[in-house]
């Protein structure tokens, strides 16, 4: 017997598709589609059977494996907070166009992380029960505290001594302060070191000006070559897509091929920090999908020929569509402030998220000298974020893709002022959709692309 269940469904060319709640989903020729919505499907007919085994209607025999599916789904919101950005300065080498860092120049004072909040900063990671545990270093740039970058790293395989947790470290870098000796400790400690590479030369050096003379783009590619090489240390590389990009989408998975990057992520820009003040960077979502569309054409066709080079946001998407969790905040309902991460500031100020930080005292948390885990994570002001975060609301209710999109409170606060918008009519939401749309379209109607997203989830880099 078929039990009350909430679906949802769109058009797909010809075809109708049709999602559950806990993500499971199916495309029906229009006859099927009509049956189902009638709710007059016999036990015995194969689409019946059908539904029933790929999770789309409850029945008594595959409850068990739904609940599951729910299980897997929210398991990101049971172990706490897992990934924890530190902010070693705020001082950089460049001026971003697109700074979401709200980046101050490098001869400010009093923009530095001491000792003193560092070892708090440790110890407040420390309460956390999750394990394990991913510390990251933001900036600005992370390399000019080079030294409170080495403390933090010390005083963390100290504690644990006390607290035996896995602890993973990660470092986001322009990369123009590297040098050998900062390289060899990197290496030595396993940081993963994560630059940003926006594409060739004329596309990078117009969106990321360094301050003074010289060429980001040659300084970044040099010692992306010399780490990968010379080294045979792994480094990702980000990319930020602004509307100087537009024009050049296989120009940009070119570069990323030159210099043999592991994964690339044509993801939108985020209306966030110095962002905002820049609107000759910003683009409709139209033409981010025709751009993004254009690449993922070209970035298929290369797959194809043999060279293997995933995209790491269509990934999280088709880990979504493959009822699995991806653990990736911007997709998640709840997403992940607070509940999936922590930022905190050279301050020592605690925000619900590396974003959060830079739109204002409504995500700021506390701080560390003055709060304790527990005292923070079950404030009145982290359940109103949870709870904003969630894409239950009634326009997100009746949307197709709501069992693998997320809401951000922080994109919602920065475009209108308010925690709660009405998603359907931002940018960010139809990028969504239209991204959604075209991955569930190969997955159905391209069997030389699905095999290719095949190969994405199954490669190891990730």
């Given at each position: 017997?078929?039990?009350?269940?909430?679906?949802?469904?769109?058009?797909?060319?010809?075809?109708?598709?049709?999602?559950?709640?806990?993500?499971?989903?199916?495309?029906?020729?229009?006859?099927?589609?009509?049956?189902?919505?009638?709710?007059?499907?016999?036990?015995?007919?194969?689409?019946?059977?059908?539904?029933?085994?790929?999770?789309?209607?409850?029945?008594?025999?595959?409850?068990?494996?739904?609940?599951?599916?729910?299980?897997?789904?929210?398991?990101?919101?049971?172990?706490?907070?897992?990934?924890?950005?530190?902010?070693?300065?705020?001082?950089?080498?460049?001026?971003?166009?697109y700074c979401h860092?709200?980046?101050?120049?490098?001869?400010?004072?009093?923009?530095?992380?001491?000792?003193?909040?560092?070892?708090?900063?440790?110890?407040?990671?420390?309460?956390?029960?999750?394990?394990?545990?991913?510390?990251?270093?933001?900036?600005?740039?992370?390399?000019?505290?080079?030294?409170?970058?080495?403390?933090?790293?010390?005083?963390?395989?100290?504690?644990?001594?006390?607290?035996?947790?896995?602890?993973?470290?990660?470092?986001?870098?322009?990369?123009?302060?590297?040098?050998?000796?900062?390289?060899?400790?990197?290496?030595?400690?396993?940081?993963?070191?994560?630059?940003?590479?926006?594409?060739?030369?004329?596309?990078?050096?117009?969106?990321?000006?360094?301050?003074?003379?010289?060429?980001?783009?040659?300084?970044?590619?040099?010692?992306?070559?010399r780490i990968k090489?010379?080294?045979?240390?792994?480094?990702?590389?980000?990319?930020?897509?602004?509307?100087?990009?537009?024009?050049?989408?296989?120009?940009?998975?070119?570069?990323?091929?030159?210099?043999?990057?592991?994964?690339?992520?044509?993801?939108?820009?985020?209306?966030?920090?110095?962002?905002?003040?820049?609107?000759?960077?910003?683009?409709?979502?139209?033409?981010?999908?025709?751009?993004?569309?254009?690449?993922?054409?070209?970035?298929?066709?290369?797959?194809?020929?043999?060279?293997?080079?995933?995209?790491?946001?269509?990934?999280y998407i088709l880990?979504?569509?493959?009822?699995?969790?991806?653990?990736?905040?911007?997709?998640?309902?709840?997403?992940?402030?607070?509940?999936?991460?922590?930022?905190?500031?050279?301050?020592?100020?605690?925000?619900?998220?590396?974003?959060?930080?830079?739109?204002?005292?409504?995500?700021?948390?506390?701080?560390?000298?003055?709060?304790?885990?527990?005292?923070?994570?079950?404030?009145?002001?982290?359940?109103?974020?949870?709870?904003?975060?969630?894409?239950?609301?009634?326009?997100?209710?009746?949307?197709?893709?709501?069992?693998?999109?997320?809401?951000?409170?922080?994109?919602?606060?920065?475009?209108?002022?308010?925690?709660?918008?009405?998603?359907?009519?931002?940018?960010?939401?139809?990028?969504?959709?239209?991204?959604?749309?075209?991955?569930?379209?190969?997955?159905?109607?391209?069997?030389?692309?699905?095999?290719?997203?095949?190969?994405?989830?199954?490669?190891?880099?990730?």
């Amino acid at each position: 017997m078929m039990e009350s269940v909430k679906l949802r469904s769109l058009p797909l060319r010809d075809q109708m598709l049709v999602t559950s709640d806990s993500g499971a989903w199916v495309v029906l020729d229009k006859p099927d589609y009509e049956l189902l919505s009638s709710g007059k499907i016999s036990e015995d007919s194969a689409l019946y059977k059908r539904l029933e085994k790929e999770l789309v209607i409850l029945t008594p025999k595959n409850r068990g494996k739904i609940v599951a599916q729910y299980e897997e789904k929210y398991a990101h919101i049971k172990q706490g907070p897992s990934l924890h950005i530190v902010v070693p300065t705020q001082r950089c080498n460049h001026k971003c166009s697109y700074c979401h860092s709200k980046s101050v120049p490098l001869t400010e004072q009093g923009y530095d992380l001491d000792r003193p909040t560092a070892r708090r900063i440790v110890d407040f990671i420390f309460e956390c029960p999750s394990d394990p545990l991913t510390i990251e270093f933001q900036g600005g740039d992370a390399l000019l505290n080079f030294r409170i970058v080495q403390y933090i790293i010390e005083r963390v395989k100290h504690k644990q001594q006390e607290q035996p947790k896995q602890v993973k470290f990660a470092l986001v870098t322009n990369l123009a302060a590297m040098n050998e000796q900062y390289l060899a400790y990197l290496m030595e400690h396993n940081v993963e070191i994560c630059t940003t590479l926006d594409g060739p030369a004329y596309i990078h050096d117009k969106n990321r000006a360094m301050l003074g003379q010289g060429s980001g783009h040659a300084i970044t590619t040099k010692w992306i070559r010399r780490i990968k090489e010379e080294y045979n240390y792994p480094v990702n590389a980000l990319m930020v897509i602004t509307k100087r990009s537009l024009p050049y989408a296989k120009e940009i998975i070119d570069e990323y091929l030159k210099y043999d990057l592991p994964w690339l992520k044509l993801r939108y820009l985020d209306n966030l920090g110095y962002a905002q003040d820049e609107p000759d960077i910003m683009y409709t979502a139209e033409e981010f999908l025709s751009f993004w569309k254009e690449g993922m054409e070209y970035l298929l066709e290369i797959n194809k020929k043999g060279r293997l080079l995933p995209d790491r946001f269509v990934y999280y998407i088709l880990k979504k569509f493959h009822l699995e969790n991806a653990w990736y905040t911007d997709l998640a309902s709840p997403c992940g402030a607070a509940t999936g991460q922590i930022a905190y500031t050279e301050k020592g100020d605690i925000y619900t998220c590396d974003e959060g930080r830079l739109a204002g005292e409504i995500f700021k948390l506390g701080n560390v000298e003055e709060e304790d885990y527990q005292s923070v994570i079950t404030s009145d002001k982290v359940m109103s974020i949870v709870a904003a975060s969630t894409n239950d609301t009634l326009m997100c209710d009746t949307c197709v893709w709501k069992p693998y999109c997320g809401v951000c409170p922080v994109c919602n606060y920065a475009e209108s002022g308010n925690l709660v918008t009405i998603n359907p009519l931002n940018a960010r939401c139809q990028m969504l959709k239209g991204m959604y749309a075209y991955i569930m379209d190969k997955l159905n109607n391209s069997p030389e692309d699905a095999a290719v997203f095949r190969s994405w989830l199954s490669d190891h880099r990730k």
